[in-house]
């Protein structure tokens, strides 16, 4: 076989000789015959190329086997599942200009007088107000009957210490529905995050991703060591661990700053929160040394006194009289916030101070807040107050003339002039206390160690960055 194949390729190869020698011009015909001898030589030496070609031998190959394997199995294995009764939920968040009607028509409920109900219900009035942002969900069985809804109106709030999440649920009952107000706790995590000053304290935590309520914490926390208006310069540096709260996988507000860093010029400031006991707490440095005094001077963040301590002409009863405190005038409703950490007192109706509401301190000393139009939500007799924490608002109740706040500082319960006064510094911790911060600090310590080295490597372009 391989020898006719050579013999073949020889004949090929003289007739191609010949062909490709010098001769004499010939017609056109010449030319096409050479053409189709080139390509059939090509097609023939093809054929010979595949015809040397060596086939396997198929006895090398292994034999193919099927393995089949019976796995016995029992009736309750096999048996199909029934299909899920899980209801169908629907979500829409409000928009802005939202209505009532618009927002069950997105949610495409088929429940009769469910609006009627919503809009003329008294346990429901927590609907009348719909603010932008806020979900609603819809819970429906597989033929599109109502099961339940929900408007989640305050996705973060803090009760008692605790951040929690609040909704107004509403399901059928009978031939019409029922309204409840429920609360539900939130998952807190804890994010870090670093950042450079280009142009301002808020230009830099924004583009670290840190909520502006966390940037008002660290600006009020280091206040009495850097002036935020003045001090800042460009290249200053800051660390901060943080709070976030989340409900069912949804972020649900900003917690509290829980240790920060912060290179303002040459000088290096730092804060971590410490509660000795797990209930009221402030911020100390790494040393443990407070970072603000025992006392603000004032309740009211923005006011103007009105009405100083000491005798006075009674604005009701015109009598010659001693003022036990000082008043400062704001609108109604200015939030009023504690002068230093405590326990509620007494909170409710006393006399001529209206509502009023007592704070007992460390040691001998005691706050008083008048006239307020009401007192915030949780502030009852027992309670535990940190210094900064809301008490109520503004208002003229009792014996008042107009809104303000009427504040006295008491020392074994007789008044004294809080604007003269020296107030105390921030208590010392005790010695037991001491060695629970060291315990409870150092894991912070660790962290911002990590975030400042983390931050010293990164390309000045990256050096706003959050952990989320």
């Known amino acids: 076989m391989n020898r006719g194949l050579h013999d073949i390729a020889n004949r090929f190869k003289r007739k191609t000789a010949a062909s490709l020698s010098p001769v004499e011009p010939k017609p056109r015909s010449g030319i096409v015959s050479r053409t189709l001898l080139v390509t059939a030589i090509g097609l023939f030496a093809g054929a010979a190329a595949l015809g040397?070609?060596?086939?396997?031998?198929?006895?090398?190959?292994?034999?193919?086997?099927?393995?089949?394997?019976?796995?016995?199995?029992?009736?309750?294995?096999?048996?199909?599942?029934?299909?899920?009764?899980?209801?169908?939920?629907?979500?829409?968040?409000?928009?802005?200009?939202?209505t009532l009607a618009a927002v069950l028509q997105r949610l495409e409920l088929d429940a009769?007088?469910?609006?009627?109900?919503?809009?003329h219900d008294a346990s429901a009035r927590s609907i009348y107000k719909l603010y932008p942002g806020r979900s609603v969900q819809a819970a429906t069985d597989e033929d599109g009957n109502l099961i339940w809804l929900r408007y989640i109106h305050t996705p973060g709030n803090e009760t008692d210490g605790q951040v929690v999440t609040r909704m107004l649920h509403v399901a059928p009952a009978g031939n019409s529905y029922?309204?409840?107000?429920?609360?539900?706790?939130?998952?807190?995590?804890?994010?870090?995050?670093?950042?450079?000053?280009?142009?301002?304290?808020?230009?830099?935590?924004?583009?670290?991703?840190?909520?502006?309520?966390?940037?008002?914490?660290?600006?009020?926390?280091?206040?009495?060591?850097?002036?935020?208006?003045?001090?800042?310069?460009?290249?200053?540096?800051?660390?901060?661990?943080y709070e976030v709260r989340s409900h069912d996988g949804r972020y649900a507000g900003a917690g509290r700053v829980l240790a920060l860093e912060f290179i303002n010029g040459e000088k290096t400031y730092n804060a971590v929160w410490f509660s000795p006991d797990g209930k009221s707490g402030s911020y100390y440095d790494f040393d443990g040394t407070s970072l603000r005094g025992a006392?603000?001077?004032?309740?009211?963040?923005?006011?103007?006194?009105?009405?100083?301590?000491?005798?006075?002409?009674?604005?009701?009863?015109?009598?010659?009289?001693?003022?036990?405190?000082?008043?400062?005038?704001?609108?109604?409703?200015t939030p009023i916030h504690s002068?230093?950490?405590?326990?509620?007192?007494?909170?409710?109706?006393?006399?001529?101070?209206?509502?009023?509401?007592?704070?007992?301190?460390?040691?001998?000393?005691?706050?008083?807040?008048?006239?307020?139009?009401?007192?915030?939500?949780?502030?009852?007799?027992?309670?535990?107050?940190?210094?900064?924490?809301?008490?109520?608002?503004?208002?003229?109740?009792?014996?008042?003339?107009?809104?303000?706040?009427?504040?006295?500082?008491?020392?074994?319960?007789?008044?004294?002039?809080?604007?003269?006064?020296d107030l105390p510094v921030a208590r010392t911790l005790e010695p037991a206390e001491i060695r629970a911060f060291k315990q409870a600090v150092a894991p912070y310590q660790q962290q911002i160690q990590l975030l400042t080295e983390f931050q010293q490597t990164l390309p000045d372009a990256l050096t706003n960055v959050a952990s989320r």
Not at 186 to 206: C, E, M, P
Not at 296 to 315: N, Q, V
Not at 392 to 419: C, K, M, S
């Open 52 to 98: 040397m070609v060596q086939h396997p031998d198929r006895s090398d190959i292994p034999s193919a086997r099927i393995i089949q394997s019976v796995l016995p199995l029992t009736a309750e294995q096999v048996e199909v599942s029934t299909p899920s009764a899980a209801p169908y939920i629907s979500e829409t968040r409000i928009r802005a200009g939202d």
């Open 112 to 119: 009769p007088e469910l609006q009627t109900f919503l809009t």
């Open 178 to 241: 029922k309204a409840e107000e429920i609360t539900e706790s939130t998952d807190r995590q804890t994010r870090v995050a670093v950042g450079t000053i280009r142009s301002s304290l808020f230009g830099a935590t924004d583009a670290a991703g840190i909520p502006d309520s966390v940037t008002l914490q660290m600006a009020d926390i280091l206040s009495a060591k850097i002036d935020f208006l003045r001090d800042l310069r460009q290249g200053d540096q800051f660390r901060v661990v």
């Open 295 to 333: 006392f603000l001077r004032t309740a009211l963040k923005f006011s103007r006194i009105s009405s100083t301590f000491g005798m006075r002409m009674h604005p009701i009863h015109k009598t010659w009289t001693g003022h036990k405190g000082v008043d400062y005038a704001a609108p109604s409703g």
């Open 339 to 421: 002068t230093a950490d405590g326990t509620v007192e007494f909170s409710g109706w006393q006399n001529g101070y209206g509502n009023v509401v007592i704070v007992k301190h460390h040691g001998k000393y005691s706050t008083l807040y008048a006239h307020q139009s009401r007192i915030a939500e949780g502030i009852t007799k027992g309670s535990k107050i940190s210094q900064g924490q809301l008490l109520g608002y503004v208002g003229a109740t009792g014996w008042a003339t107009g809104p303000h706040l009427h504040y006295e500082f008491r020392v074994d319960n007789q008044p004294i002039d809080p604007l003269s006064v």
